[in-house]
């Protein structure tokens, strides 16, 4: 469940932005972001947005997230795994472990998810993102 005490929307801001910088200079992730942001700007407000109404119930998302995922071409298990694991290294660096628990539960729900949808709209045989997510 969201909680607006969780965690302030600086923790928030800080969390999305020290994780996409990770992954803007990721091996494996940033060709696959760089091919589809046009405008890191925007798009970092986005995710600012959809992990504050997901971590402390803002309701400031607005979109289809799993329906732009699903139809980008070429992605892999690897790269949900690799997502994941930038996301821990991110999390493990954080004060508030209460934040820290929630916003990994959360994003191992959304990639899983993201995955299976992708999986099962493609045609793919289903495999596991992740089967340590601790």
């Known amino acids: 469940m969201p909680n607006s005490e969780l965690c302030t929307e600086a923790d928030v801001q800080q969390l999305v ?19 589809h942001v046009g405008n890191w700007e925007q798009h970092l407000a986005q995710l600012v947005n959809f992990w504050s109404s997901a971590l402390r119930g803002t309701a400031r998302f607005r979109g ?29 660096s954080l ?13 191992h729900r959304i990639a899983t998810s993201f995955w299976r949808a992708y999986q099962v709209q493609h045609g793919c045989e289903l495999v596991p993102v992740d089967t340590n997510h601790g």
């Open 64 to 92: 289809n997230p799993l329906a732009k995922h699903v139809a980008l071409p070429g992605l892999t298990s690897e790269l949900f795994q690799r997502w994941l694991s930038l996301f821990r290294e991110t999390t493990q």
């Open 95 to 107: 004060t508030n472990t209460g934040l820290q628990v929630r916003a990994n539960e959360l994003a």
């Open 17 to 35: 932005h020290v994780f996409y910088a990770k992954v803007r200079s990721d091996t494996l992730l940033a060709p696959v972001f760089d091919a």
